[in-house]
């Protein structure tokens, strides 16, 4: 017995003393051999974190700018506390080292967390994994797929005006667009991506737009100690975990019989020697990967991973760029003016020989010049993801535009990364960037996109100038495509048929999580009520 004991004392004692070992190194060793210890950086006591100032909307805009005209566009800033040190750039050489280069991926903890909801879709997975998937989704997101389902955008934003007309016609004269919009989306995304109608803007009923929505809710509403230990949820599963689980079992079961029925469907097509293109997602996800080697190929789950995956980042965060900006011309009549004067104009669509209405559809969109301002614009000033990070899987010399001077005088022209260490990636910061926009760049001005500085025009961002809100390189979202012609396909339906402007003494503010999304100071939730007027007098596109 006093053996037992005495074993059981000693297995603490090692256990307490690793633990304190361990604690001592994080805390006070391994921070003084961390190279970026040295970077010019905001300091702080021990357990000082700087975080708050890079993810407050009503910080950061600024904050950035405070930082960089203090230690210049590389520094370092603390993490978790002092001993925590991070990397910031805003040096557009070393941004492209990073989201070009292999050796940054997702951190583990952010990969697990999103794994535990959308499964290993492609925004989880790295390396040769991640090149895979690319390559299997890259077909649904070609140009002539964004052209065949443009319709489906127009019929859809069809059903959001009809919608609202009937909440006016009620004597309703304030409407939540941030809900409506989210729930176009989904309707949007459900036919375009899975042929699959979730009738969302008639009722928010249906069992798998149910499921998707509960799951990406539950998002936010879990805990930092949750997302940085996920075992937790199988260890200890609370309400949030088992929603989750329940909502994936519904999404799994469902997105099974569909795969099977596309795959059927195919099938019978090819012995038929019948040719119909696939327009939604789905489809053309099952041609691709069965048109791959078949040691290569995705499993239905992984497809189903994939679907997860694209609605996640796809239909929150496009409807959360409309939102904004309906809330941006709300706040601009002059500029919404100007825009419903452009929708109400005939135009000639790039491909004016055309016969093909698909086609003819998303060309009358892209001749549209302001509204691809407006577009971009928003998109620029409230990109969804405020910013990402990147984990250093080796050590590197990070090659940079401008020297830095060191804290001992040092000049450097690299800057030395260890393996581990985190690197941020200020997507919102970027954009906001007085020194690539200009001094107004905290302005709504979609005039600037017919005359860009210098400083926003670079080889690395084909067609979108220096725009962050979709990344770039083998990290970047393959959707940009999907979500500019849907964005224009519902403000050219709206814009025209309605006027919008901001409710009396109302404030709106931003909130980041893993999205941003608009909230109405003193009041809880996530919204935003904007006053509605219809339009009698319109031309449609």
């Known amino acids: 017995m006093i053996s037992l004991l005495a074993l059981l004392l000693l297995a603490c004692v090692l256990v307490a003393g690793r633990g304190f070992v361990w604690i001592v190194n994080l805390l006070?060793?391994?921070?003084?051999?961390?190279?970026?210890?040295?970077?010019?950086?905001?300091?702080g006591?021990?357990?000082?974190?700087?975080?708050k100032w890079v993810i407050d909307p009503d910080l950061s805009a600024t904050q950035h700018e405070v930082w960089k005209k203090q230690f210049g566009k590389t520094f370092?800033?603390?993490?978790?506390?002092?001993?925590?040190?991070?990397?910031?750039t805003f040096d557009f050489r070393a941004v492209s080292h990073i989201l070009l280069s292999p050796i940054y991926e997702k951190p583990r903890v952010t990969r697990t967390f999103l794994s535990t909801m959308l499964g290993k879709g492609v925004f989880t997975a790295e390396g040769p994994e991640h090149t895979f998937q690319r390559k299997i989704i890259g077909p649904a997101f070609t140009l002539q797929s964004i052209k065949a389902i443009t319709p489906i955008f127009l019929r859809t934003?069809?059903?959001?005006?009809?919608?609202?007309?009937?909440?006016?016609?009620?004597?309703q004269e304030t409407v939540d667009v941030c809900h409506w919009l989210s729930r176009a989306t989904f309707d949007a995304f459900g036919q375009a991506c899975l042929d699959y109608d979730f009738k969302a803007i008639q009722e928010e009923t249906e069992e798998l737009y149910l499921a998707f929505r509960r799951m990406f809710d539950l998002a936010d509403e879990k805990g930092i100690l949750r997302i940085l230990v996920p075992f937790l949820d199988t260890l200890w599963p609370d309400r949030i975990a088992r929603s989750v689980l329940e909502s994936r079992r519904v999404i799994y079961e469902t997105g099974r019989k569909l795969i099977a029925q596309k795959k059927a469907d195919l099938l019978s097509r090819k012995e038929s020697s019948k040719h119909y293109e696939d327009k939604d997602l789905l489809g053309l996800l099952i041609q691709s990967n069965l048109s791959n080697d078949p040691t290569k190929r995705l499993s239905d789950t992984a497809l189903l991973d994939q679907i997860s995956s694209f609605f996640f980042a796809g239909s929150d965060t496009t409807a959360l760029s409309l939102t904004f900006c309906l809330y941006y011309l709300a706040t601009h009549s002059d500029i919404q003016t100007r825009l419903r004067l452009e929708l109400a104009q005939p135009s000639v669509p790039n491909s004016a020989q055309s016969s093909n209405f698909?086609?003819?559809?998303?060309?009358?969109?892209?001749?549209?010049?302001?509204?691809?301002?407006?577009?971009?614009?928003?998109?620029?000033?409230?990109?969804?993801?405020?910013?990402?990070?990147?984990t250093a899987t080796k050590s590197d010399l990070i090659p940079i535009s401008e020297p830095?001077?060191?804290a001992d005088g040092t000049i450097i022209e690299h800057i030395k990364i260890r393996t581990g260490s985190i690197i941020h990636i200020p997507i919102e910061g970027l954009n906001f960037s007085k020194d690539i926009w200009s001094d107004d760049a905290l302005e709504f001005r979609p005039d600037?996109?017919?005359?860009?500085?210098?400083?926003?025009?670079?080889?690395?961002?084909?067609?979108?100038?220096?725009?962050?809100?979709?990344?770039?390189?083998?990290?970047?979202?393959?959707?940009?495509?999907?979500?500019?012609?849907?964005?224009?396909?519902?403000?050219?339906?709206?814009?025209?048929?309605?006027?919008?402007?901001?409710?009396?003494?109302?404030s709106v503010g931003k909130r980041n999580g893993l999205f941003t999304?608009?909230?109405?100071?003193?009041?809880?939730?996530?919204?935003?009520?904007?006053?509605?007027?219809?339009?009698?007098?319109?031309?449609p596109l």
């Open 517 to 539: 999304r608009p909230f109405v100071k003193g009041k809880p939730g996530i919204q935003l009520p904007l006053v509605i007027k219809r339009i009698d007098e319109y031309a």
């Open 28 to 43: 006070f060793v391994s921070p003084l051999f961390d190279p970026l210890r040295k970077l010019p950086g905001p300091q």
């Open 404 to 406: 830095v001077a060191l």
């Open 76 to 88: 370092r800033y603390h993490g978790s506390g002092r001993f925590d040190y991070r990397l910031m």
């Open 358 to 390: 698909e086609d003819v559809s998303y060309d009358t969109l892209d001749s549209r010049p302001f509204l691809d301002a407006v577009v971009k614009e928003t998109l620029r000033l409230a990109p969804p993801v405020h910013g990402t990070l990147r």
């Open 45 to 51: 006591p021990l357990f000082s974190s700087h975080i």
């Open 157 to 171: 934003a069809d059903n959001l005006r009809d919608r609202w007309d009937e909440i006016l016609a009620e004597g």
């Open 448 to 506: 600037r996109w017919s005359s860009l500085p210098s400083s926003a025009q670079t080889p690395n961002f084909p067609g979108l100038a220096n725009l962050m809100t979709f990344s770039f390189g083998s990290s970047s979202c393959p959707g940009y495509r999907f979500t500019i012609a849907e964005m224009k396909a519902f403000l050219s339906t709206v814009i025209p048929h309605f006027e919008f402007s901001l409710p009396e003494g109302q």
